[in-house]
């Protein structure tokens, strides 16, 4: 799980940042063209807003995108606790 923040809540570092964390709608042509851009991340679950909880192989490319973007982060461990 990643917890993160947007340096002076910067816009455009959040847009770029979120573009290639996750899979993104990209659309031209008042929407005859689509295609999605693949993320980072393809399968995420996102408790709260600036909270991610992905799966552990994805961990090295998050940390060096968020280093990229200069994000504020902390990474947790969690575990599903299922009898």
Do not use: W
Request: aromatic share 10%; with cysteine; charged share 35%.
């Amino acid at each position: 799980m990643m917890i993160y923040s947007i340096p002076k809540g910067d816009s455009i570092i959040r847009i770029n940042f979120n573009r290639k964390l996750f899979d993104y709608n990209v659309q031209s042509h008042r929407g005859k063209y689509k295609r999605k851009t693949k993320g980072i991340l393809s399968k995420v679950d996102k408790p709260a807003k600036s909270c991610v909880i992905f799966d552990r192989r994805c961990l090295k490319d998050v940390k060096k995108l968020c280093e990229e973007f200069k994000i504020d982060f902390k990474l947790y461990l969690v575990k599903t606790l299922t009898p």
